[in-house]
């Protein structure tokens, strides 16, 4: 017990021992909190644990941010934008398919120096379904982009398929990445050509699905001309017998 409380009292010196982040207070405290996040699970990350990371004070960190979760959201927001900032315009000509592999691999690679802090998220994600919902809608929005980046439809009903889709898809990806230490990582290369592969699928069969009530549509509506049509024809017949 006792050493688990020096370690603990250890571990909290080396916390504070830290250089707050630089940038603007909004910056400092998006790397504060992933830093954090990279230590202990989301759960344990208290507001004022963030603010002091960050080096900012309560009333600062309450004008910026309303919880740990919108801190987050901070986080996956500049992602969002940092990886459509870099968009390879050589990409242009390649498949929907390559495109999004090129816009899911890039957002790897800025994520590269927070694997601790992802893998820390995706751990308490298992085990905590109110945490894990929320990542959910974030990722979805944040895939919406990334399709878009890819030249690929993210809007409507069948775009909000899509981007839940994906999402599910990209955790598969992160579980494999947050574990690949090898040079060129490989496994998450493979994993992401095997993921869109099998995604690519799954949008064929959307596709053909979404058909489906199209076509219904198409139908009633020549049903519907073809009853007034008929209906037009027998008030005419009606009145010339009169």
Do not use: Y
């Amino acid at each position: 017990m006792a050493r688990k409380a020096t370690r603990s009292k250890a571990r909290r010196s080396t916390s504070r021992a830290k250089p707050a982040p630089s940038g603007t207070p909004r910056e400092r405290i998006i790397a504060a909190f992933m830093d954090l996040l990279a230590e202990q699970p989301i759960e344990r990350i208290g507001l004022a644990e963030i603010a002091e990371r960050a080096g900012v004070t309560l009333a600062e960190l309450r004008r910026e941010f309303g919880s740990p979760l919108a801190v987050l959201a901070a986080h996956v927001k500049e992602l969002d934008r940092q990886v459509l900032a870099e968009i390879d315009p050589d990409m242009a000509e390649e498949s929907p398919r390559e495109r999004l592999f090129d816009v899911l691999m890039r957002r790897l690679e800025l994520l590269g120096d927070r694997k601790d802090a992802v893998r820390s998220l995706l751990r308490s994600a298992r085990r905590d379904p109110p945490l894990a919902l929320a990542l959910n809608a974030m990722t979805v929005r944040s895939q919406q982009w990334m399709l878009t980046a890819a030249g690929i439809g993210a809007s409507g009903p069948k775009g909000m398929v899509r981007a839940q889709g994906l999402a599910l898809l990209f955790a598969n990806v992160l579980r494999i990445w947050v574990e690949d230490d090898e040079a060129g990582q490989p496994r998450t290369l493979a994993a992401l050509d095997r993921e869109l592969s099998t995604g690519q699928r799954l949008a064929g069969l959307l596709d053909d699905l979404c058909r489906i009530p199209e076509a219904a549509c198409r139908f009633r509506d020549r049903m519907r001309n073809a009853r007034r049509e008929r209906g037009g024809r027998r008030s005419r017949g009606e009145r010339a017998a009169a």
